[in-house]
C-alpha cells in the first residue's frame, strides 16, 4: 500500500533531501531530481555545490553535533549551471532509539527574494549616496524641529547635530524660528521654500535657500520632513555688488542734500561778506563752508571703503590724540541724548602708524553705534559710554565699552555684515561694515563681546606698524559697564 507521507515528501515545493552521517544523499524529492539530477550515492555537496569536500559550514554536521535543527542562507547551482539562493533549514531524524542517524535538509528557492532585497539595497546605497553628496545642507527633522540625520555637507559645516533642535544647529538660536517652514510642512503636507541666513559655529554667516518637503510613512501620515538648504552666498554677495550700490546713493542722498545746501549757505555768507566788507560774515560763512567740506570727505570715505578696498595714506599718529579729538567732536551730541562719556586715554607710548582719516571714521562709528545702542534702551535711566586707549609693545588699542541695549548671538554675528542694521529703518547697515574693513586695511581686527541688556564692548587693535598684524584674541562675551 502506498505510503502518504512519501507522497507528500515528493510534492513537497522546495528541495527536500535525507542524508546520512557521512552527507551521502539517501532520499530527494521531485522537485529536487528536476533540478539536480541523480543523486543515489553521492554527496550534498557534490550535488549542490559541485565541491570535492565538504562546506566549511554545514548545518547537516551542526545537527549530528548537537541533536538540535539548524538553519543558514545559502547559494547552490542546478544541473543546468543556473545559481539559486536558498534557505536552508536542517532538522535531525532520531531512530527508535533516539539516535540520530539521518538529518532531512529543505532548502526553499529564494533566488528572487534575495535578488529584490540585492536591488533594494543597491537602491538604498545610490540613494544614500546622492543623499550624502547633494552639494546641499540636508536635515531630517521631527514635529518638534529635533534633527535625525544629516548629510555630510550639513556635517562639515555645522557639526555632529544629531538629536539638537534646528533652530540651534542652523542659528545658535534658543527658540524656533517665525515663521518656521518645517512647522507650517508638517501643518498642511505642502513644500515651503524660503530664504534665510544662517551661521556656521565658527560665527560665518551663510545664505540659504531652504526647501521643506514631508516624508510619509506607510499610513500616508507625516513622519517627518527633509530640510534641503542650498548655499546661496556667493550668489548673493555678486548680486549685493551690484544691487547696493544703489541702496547706498539711496541712503546718503538725503544727508547729502542737505550737506551741499549747507556748503551754499556758507558760500552766499562769504560771497556776500566780501561784498559788504563785513569780515565777521566772511569768518562765519568760511566755518560753515570748512564744517559741510569735513563731512562730505567722511561720507565719501566711507563710500570708497565700502566700493572697493584702499590703501592707507600711512602716517605717524597719536592715539591719544586721535581719541581726544574723536571724543571732542561727538561729545555735544552724547550729552544732548543724556549719554556721559567717561575717557581714559594714555599720555606716552601710544604712537602708531595709521590713515588719519580712515582711523577718525572707525572711532566715529563705533562711538555711534554705542549712543545709538544707549539711545534705543529704555531698560535703564543712566547710560555711559567709556572710551579707552592702551596696547601692548606690538598693537595699539581703543576700547568703547557702553552699557546700552546688547547685542544676543545672531545679532553679533551679523554684526559686521553689510547693510545688517539692529535699528530698523534708522540704520543704514554701513557703519560697522565699514569699521571693520578699516580696521582689516590696518592689518587690524576689532573684538566685539556683548550681552542683552548688559551692553557692548568694541576692541580695536591695531598694528603699531604697518608690516606687523594684530592676531585675533578670542574673548568671553562682555558683562557691559557697571
Same mark, same amino acid.
Given at each position: 500500500?502506498?505510503?502518504?507521507?512519501?507522497?507528500?515528501?515528493?510534492?513537497?515545493?522546495?528541495?527536500?533531501?535525507?542524508?546520512?552521517?557521512?552527507?551521502?544523499?539517501?532520499?530527494?524529492?521531485?522537485?529536487?531530481?528536476?533540478?539536480?539530477?541523480?543523486?543515489?550515492?553521492?554527496?550534498?555537496?557534490?550535488?549542490?555545490?559541485?565541491?570535492?569536500?565538504?562546506?566549511?559550514?554545514?548545518?547537516?554536521?551542526?545537527?549530528?553535533?548537537?541533536?538540535?535543527?539548524?538553519?543558514?542562507?545559502?547559494?547552490?547551482?542546478?544541473?543546468?549551471?543556473?545559481?539559486?539562493?536558498?534557505?536552508?533549514?536542517?532538522?535531525?531524524?532520531?531512530?527508535?532509539?533516539?539516535?540520530?542517524?539521518?538529518?532531512?535538509?529543505?532548502?526553499?528557492?529564494?533566488?528572487?527574494?534575495?535578488?529584490?532585497?540585492?536591488?533594494?539595497?543597491?537602491?538604498?546605497?545610490?540613494?544614500?549616496?546622492?543623499?550624502?553628496?547633494?552639494?546641499?545642507?540636508?536635515?531630517?527633522?521631527?514635529?518638534?524641529?529635533?534633527?535625525?540625520?544629516?548629510?555630510?555637507?550639513?556635517?562639515?559645516?555645522?557639526?555632529?547635530?544629531?538629536?539638537?533642535?534646528?533652530?540651534?544647529?542652523?542659528?545658535?538660536?534658543?527658540?524656533?524660528?517665525?515663521?518656521?517652514?518645517?512647522?507650517?510642512?508638517?501643518?498642511?503636507?505642502?513644500?515651503?521654500?524660503?530664504?534665510?541666513?544662517?551661521?556656521?559655529?565658527?560665527?560665518?554667516?551663510?545664505?540659504?535657500?531652504?526647501?521643506?518637503?514631508? &516624508?510619509?510613512?506607510?499610513?500616508?501620515?507625516?513622519? %517627518?520632513?527633509? =530640510?534641503?538648504?542650498?548655499?546661496?552666498?556667493? /550668489? !548673493?554677495? #555678486?548680486?549685493?555688488?551690484?544691487?547696493?550700490?544703489?541702496?547706498?546713493?539711496?541712503?546718503?542722498?538725503?544727508?547729502?542734500?542737505?550737506?551741499?545746501?549747507?556748503?551754499?549757505?556758507?558760500?552766499?555768507?562769504?560771497?556776500?561778506?566780501?561784498?559788504?566788507?563785513?569780515?565777521?560774515?566772511?569768518?562765519?560763512?568760511?566755518?560753515?563752508?570748512?564744517?559741510?567740506?569735513?563731512?562730505?570727505?567722511?561720507?565719501?570715505?566711507?563710500?570708497?571703503?565700502?566700493?572697493?578696498?584702499?590703501?592707507?595714506?600711512?602716517?605717524?599718529?597719536?592715539?591719544?590724540?586721535?581719541?581726544?579729538?574723536?571724543?571732542?567732536?561727538?561729545?555735544?551730541?552724547?550729552?544732548?541724548?543724556? &549719554?556721559?562719556?567717561?575717557?581714559?586715554?594714555?599720555? %606716552?607710548?601710544? =604712537?602708531?602708524?595709521?590713515?588719519?582719516?580712515? /582711523? !577718525?571714521? #572707525?572711532?566715529?562709528?563705533?562711538?555711534?553705534?554705542?549712543?545709538?545702542?544707549?539711545?534705543?534702551?529704555?531698560?535703564?535711566?543712566?547710560?555711559?559710554?567709556?572710551?579707552?586707549?592702551?596696547?601692548?609693545?606690538?598693537?595699539?588699542?581703543?576700547?568703547?565699552?557702553?552699557?546700552?541695549?546688547?547685542?544676543?548671538?545672531?545679532?553679533?554675528?551679523?554684526?559686521?555684515?553689510?547693510?545688517?542694521?539692529?535699528?530698523?529703518?534708522?540704520?543704514?547697515?554701513?557703519?560697522?561694515?565699514?569699521?571693520?574693513?578699516?580696521?582689516?586695511?590696518?592689518?587690524?581686527?576689532?573684538?566685539?563681546?556683548?550681552?542683552?541688556?548688559?551692553?557692548?564692548?568694541?576692541?580695536?587693535?591695531?598694528?603699531?606698524?604697518?608690516?606687523?598684524?594684530?592676531?585675533?584674541?578670542? =574673548?568671553?562675551?562682555?558683562?557691559?559697564?557697571?
Amino acid at each position: 500500500m502506498e505510503n502518504p507521507f512519501e507522497r507528500y515528501f515528493d510534492a513537497l515545493p522546495c528541495y527536500l533531501t535525507v542524508q546520512d552521517k557521512d552527507f551521502r544523499i539517501v532520499q530527494g524529492n521531485q522537485k529536487f531530481r528536476r533540478d539536480f539530477g541523480n543523486w543515489e550515492g553521492r554527496y550534498c555537496f557534490q550535488v549542490y555545490k559541485h565541491r570535492s569536500e565538504k562546506c566549511e559550514v554545514c548545518p547537516v554536521e551542526r545537527c549530528f553535533w548537537d541533536g538540535n535543527p539548524h538553519r543558514s542562507e545559502e547559494t547552490v547551482r542546478s544541473l543546468d549551471g543556473r545559481e539559486i539562493s536558498v534557505l536552508v533549514e536542517a532538522t535531525p531524524l532520531p531512530n527508535r532509539d533516539g539516535e540520530i542517524t539521518q538529518v532531512m535538509e529543505m532548502s526553499t528557492d529564494v533566488t528572487l527574494i534575495k535578488r529584490l532585497e540585492d536591488q533594494l539595497r543597491e537602491s538604498r546605497r545610490r540613494y544614500q549616496v546622492l543623499f550624502e553628496e547633494v552639494p546641499s545642507y540636508i536635515s531630517i527633522q521631527t514635529s518638534d524641529l529635533r534633527i535625525t540625520e544629516t548629510n555630510r555637507a550639513f556635517r562639515e559645516d555645522f557639526g555632529a547635530s544629531l538629536g539638537r533642535y534646528c533652530y540651534k544647529a542652523y542659528k545658535h538660536r534658543s527658540e524656533e524660528c517665525i515663521p518656521c517652514p518645517i512647522r507650517e510642512t508638517f501643518r498642511d503636507g505642502q513644500v515651503r521654500t524660503r530664504e534665510e541666513v544662517v551661521s556656521s559655529p565658527q560665527g560665518k554667516p551663510l545664505h540659504v535657500l531652504v526647501t521643506a518637503a514631508p &516624508i510619509y510613512d506607510e499610513a500616508g501620515k507625516i513622519a %517627518s520632513v527633509m =530640510e534641503m538648504s542650498a548655499n546661496i552666498t556667493q /550668489i !548673493r554677495e #555678486l548680486e549685493t555688488q551690484l544691487t547696493t550700490l544703489g541702496l547706498l546713493i539711496g541712503s546718503i542722498s538725503h544727508g547729502l542734500k542737505g550737506l551741499l545746501n549747507g556748503l551754499a549757505g556758507g558760500m552766499y555768507l562769504v560771497n556776500t561778506g566780501f561784498k559788504k566788507g563785513n569780515m565777521d560774515r566772511v569768518h562765519q560763512g568760511w566755518d560753515l563752508v570748512e564744517r559741510n567740506v569735513a563731512r562730505i570727505r567722511t561720507m565719501v570715505s566711507d563710500i570708497l571703503y565700502y566700493a572697493k578696498p584702499r590703501v592707507p595714506n600711512w602716517e605717524p599718529l597719536s592715539a591719544e590724540h586721535m581719541a581726544n579729538e574723536v571724543a571732542e567732536l561727538l561729545r555735544s551730541r552724547l550729552e544732548d541724548l543724556g &549719554i556721559r562719556l567717561d575717557t581714559d586715554f594714555r599720555e %606716552s607710548g601710544d =604712537e602708531f602708524e595709521g590713515d588719519v582719516q580712515a /582711523i !577718525r571714521s #572707525l572711532l566715529v562709528n563705533l562711538l555711534e553705534n554705542s549712543a545709538d545702542a544707549c539711545r534705543i534702551d529704555t531698560g535703564k535711566s543712566d547710560h555711559v559710554i567709556v572710551f579707552r586707549t592702551g596696547g601692548t609693545d606690538t598693537c595699539v588699542e581703543f576700547e568703547i565699552q557702553d552699557n546700552g541695549i546688547g547685542m544676543d548671538r545672531e545679532t553679533r554675528e551679523k554684526a559686521f555684515s553689510l547693510f545688517f542694521s539692529s535699528k530698523g529703518s534708522e540704520g543704514t547697515g554701513l557703519g560697522l561694515f565699514i569699521a571693520n574693513r578699516i580696521a582689516v586695511a590696518h592689518g587690524g581686527v576689532i573684538e566685539l563681546s556683548s550681552e542683552v541688556g548688559q551692553g557692548t564692548r568694541f576692541l580695536v587693535r591695531l598694528p603699531r606698524s604697518r608690516k606687523k598684524e594684530c592676531p585675533k584674541v578670542e =574673548e568671553a562675551p562682555g558683562q557691559g559697564v557697571s
